[in-house]
């Protein structure tokens, strides 16, 4: 006769069974524990156990309190300028090292492209040429 080894999920309270060889688990499966790695994290979205599927996860024990996800952090509106802006440097340098390696009815747009971003980054940091 097998015994039986149990536990509950830190995350979700689903009542589980387990060997009893090597460590206990704390999380019934992956998807929770990579919920819970992630609200640990502050990314991803939050599940709680409301949003768990009752039906692949039944809990015998009720409804489980979760902490609140550690809040955001915020960034400055300048920064994030500042990293669009960034992106949009990348963005035209892309184009322009693309030119040379597509064919000619493309290289022209690229071109085209690259220029009018860059023009559109330098509207907002005051470089420009002319």
């Not at 550690?70 to 322009?96: H, M």
């Not at 597509?102 to 330098?122: I, N």
Request: charged content about 25%.
């Amino acid at each position: 006769m097998e015994d039986k080894y149990y536990s509950v999920c830190v995350r979700c309270g689903r009542r589980f069974q387990h060997t009893k060889y090597g460590r206990r688990p704390s999380y019934c499966s992956g998807a929770c524990r990579v919920a819970a790695s992630r609200a640990r994290a502050g990314t991803g979205p939050f599940y709680n156990s409301t949003v768990i599927d009752q039906a692949q996860h039944p809990t015998e024990f009720g409804e489980v309190p979760h902490a609140e996800p550690p809040p955001r952090r915020q960034t400055r509106p300048e920064d994030r300028l500042a990293s669009a802006i960034l992106g949009a440097r990348s963005v035209s340098a892309e184009l322009s090292a693309l030119r040379s390696r597509v064919k000619p009815p493309l290289a022209w747009r690229c071109e085209q492209a690259a220029e009018l971003v860059s023009r559109a980054a330098d509207l907002f940091t005051g470089d420009t040429d002319g």
